[in-house]
């Protein structure tokens, strides 16, 4: 997998992109990202990347040349045209399931990192594939929002993690929230680990990982849990956990709804 960033702060990408468990990755091969400065590839002697845009209005946009020149340039040294994403608020929802897209449908990503005002729709019209979005806000620039897109399509390239369950059983995978996690001491605060994870006992702890993360869906996310396909339990014991966890959630739900207002 290899990604390129269209930046104008590529200092600040490098610093994340290249250590830790993506530092790692690149040094193994497994994959690459690489950052490119816009300013670059401007034609002036100010290196100036953006101007007033036409039809007045405050701010300013970058221009369609220094961001085709630097696209350009990648796609030439790549020796192939890269999915080339634009990260805006006026994109479609960045999700778990379009990482896995992503991952699984192209092996280079051009990601485009725009500020001020935006970009000239030119660029956009000519070279960009498609508009990813964070969520709805809006931030000053799109070097956090392509960070977090190369992290999370990155961790799911074979050999990044040390396999496949460090991501397959993390929230949003399966369209569920991710169980509880506990570590060493074993009470901490006068809070106690539940027992069953100190039991040794596998299938039972699995059970109850899947229990909680159903509960834990249907508390926090309950828009998630209404997508939950069901039909997709395709054994008894996967019912009777489900059907537990609808239990429990229910009689926690009434508890609440009957304790006193202090």
């Given at each position: 997998?290899?990604?390129?960033?269209?930046?104008?702060f590529?200092?600040?990408?490098?610093?994340?992109?290249?250590?830790s468990?993506l530092?790692r990755?690149?040094?193994?091969?497994?994959?690459t990202?690489k950052?490119?400065?816009?300013?670059?590839?401007?034609t002036?002697?100010?290196?100036?990347?953006?101007d007033y845009?036409y039809?007045?209005?405050r701010?300013?946009?970058?221009?369609?040349d220094p961001?085709y020149?630097?696209?350009?340039?990648?796609c030439e040294?790549?020796?192939?045209?890269?999915h080339?994403?634009?990260?805006?608020?006026?994109?479609?929802?960045?999700?778990?399931?379009?990482?896995?897209e992503?991952?699984?449908?192209?092996?280079?990503?051009?990601?485009?990192?725009?500020?001020y005002?935006?970009?000239?729709?030119r660029?956009i019209d000519a070279c960009v594939?498609?508009?990813?979005?964070?969520?709805?806000?809006?931030?000053?620039g799109?070097?956090?929002?392509?960070?977090a897109?190369?992290d999370?399509?990155?961790?799911?390239v074979?050999g990044?993690l040390?396999?496949a369950?460090?991501?397959?059983?993390?929230?949003h995978?399966d369209?569920l929230?991710?169980y509880?996690?506990?570590?060493?001491?074993?009470?901490?605060?006068?809070?106690a680990?539940?027992?069953?994870l100190?039991?040794?006992?596998?299938?039972?702890?699995?059970?109850?990982?899947?229990?909680e993360?159903?509960?834990?869906?249907?508390?926090?996310?309950?828009?998630?849990f209404?997508h939950f396909?069901?039909?997709?339990?395709?054994?008894?014991?996967?019912r009777?956990?489900?059907?537990q966890?609808?239990?429990?959630f229910a009689?926690e739900?009434?508890?609440?709804?009957?304790?006193?207002?202090?």
């Amino acid at each position: 997998m290899r990604i390129d960033i269209l930046t104008l702060f590529p200092a600040s990408v490098d610093a994340m992109m290249n250590v830790s468990i993506l530092g790692r990755a690149q040094e193994r091969g497994y994959i690459t990202i690489k950052t490119h400065q816009i300013r670059d590839y401007t034609t002036n002697k100010q290196m100036q990347v953006d101007d007033y845009p036409y039809g007045g209005g405050r701010g300013a946009v970058m221009q369609a040349d220094p961001l085709y020149r630097c696209w350009a340039h990648v796609c030439e040294e790549a020796g192939s045209r890269g999915h080339t994403i634009y990260l805006s608020p006026c994109g479609r929802t960045f999700t778990q399931s379009v990482a896995r897209e992503l991952k699984d449908k192209y092996d280079h990503l051009i990601l485009v990192c725009g500020h001020y005002e935006g970009i000239d729709q030119r660029f956009i019209d000519a070279c960009v594939d498609e508009e990813l979005s964070m969520g709805d806000f809006v931030l000053t620039g799109g070097e956090i929002p392509a960070m977090a897109v190369a992290d999370a399509v990155c961790r799911m390239v074979p050999g990044v993690l040390p396999d496949a369950e460090c991501f397959e059983e993390e929230s949003h995978w399966d369209g569920l929230l991710e169980y509880p996690q506990y570590s060493r001491p074993a009470v901490w605060h006068d809070r106690a680990v539940p027992e069953i994870l100190l039991s040794g006992d596998h299938a039972k702890v699995a059970a109850w990982r899947k229990k909680e993360s159903y509960k834990r869906t249907m508390t926090r996310r309950p828009d998630l849990f209404a997508h939950f396909d069901e039909t997709k339990l395709t054994t008894k014991a996967e019912r009777k956990i489900l059907a537990q966890a609808k239990e429990e959630f229910a009689a926690e739900q009434a508890e609440t709804s009957t304790e006193p207002e202090e």
